[in-house]
T-cell receptor
């Protein structure tokens, strides 16, 4: 069964303190791995898609990397406005749809 | 703002009542998904449309749930005889990049 596990469940950082969020996955065949940011009471906001091991993508203070078993979201010198829940999801080959299977997220709090 | 809109944003109902949610996607994307998200969890897949055809339904979608996408444009999700366990955020997505703001359902 396809599965996504995110760690840690919650992370508290000081402003400027860099860290990484982990997303471990088990999938029959990976079509894509997605990262989202979600603010309270809102829908997920798309950040990145990664398709193959070794791929990296960056956006401002965020950098996502992918291996055959996990993905990391690196946050460099975070600011309080980076506080949110970060969701990881995988999309598998096969089947009638490209549905996403989500992890439970990492709640990030960045303190000034 | 992703361009995907959902209405209503909030719905409070009594157990046993029927509710209907609407999703208006970005017109040029033909893939439309419904997900359900409870507090502290990631979104869970409910159903998928390609244009007007409903191609997959999750086993989470009991016979009290029905979804439609007439003419491949907007979509509706109806829940009949609501139960307290139906309380959640219902999210609509136009392919993988564009999620709507969600409809928060509270069943009393």
């Amino acid at each position: 069964e396809d599965q996504v596990t995110q760690s840690p469940e919650a992370l508290r950082l000081q402003e400027g303190e860099s860290s990484s969020l982990n997303c471990s996955y088990t999938v029959s065949g990976l079509r894509g791995l997605f990262w989202y940011r979600q603010d309270p009471g809102k829908g997920p906001e798309f950040l990145f898609t990664l398709y193959s091991a070794g791929e990296e993508k960056e956006k401002e203070r965020l950098k996502a990397t992918l291996t055959k078993k996990e993905s990391f979201l690196h946050i460099t010198a975070p600011k309080p406005e980076d506080s949110a829940t970060y969701l990881c999801a995988v999309q598998a080959f096969g089947g009638a749809t490209n549905k996403l299977i989500f992890g439970t997220g990492t709640l990030l709090a960045v303190q000034p | 703002d992703t361009g995907v809109s959902q209405n209503p944003r909030h719905k409070i109902t009594k157990r046993g009542q029927n509710v209907t949610f609407r999703c208006d996607p970005i017109s040029e994307h033909n893939r439309l998904y419904w997900y359900r998200q409870t507090l502290g969890q990631g979104p869970e897949f409910l159903t998928y449309f390609q244009n007007e055809a409903q191609l997959e339904k999750s086993r989470l979608l009991s016979d009290r749930f029905s979804a439609e996408r007439p003419k491949g444009s907007f979509s509706t999700l109806e829940i009949q005889r609501t139960e307290q366990g139906d309380s959640a955020m219902y999210l609509c997505a136009n392919n993988e990049q564009f999620f709507g703001p969600g409809t928060r359902l509270t069943v009393l």
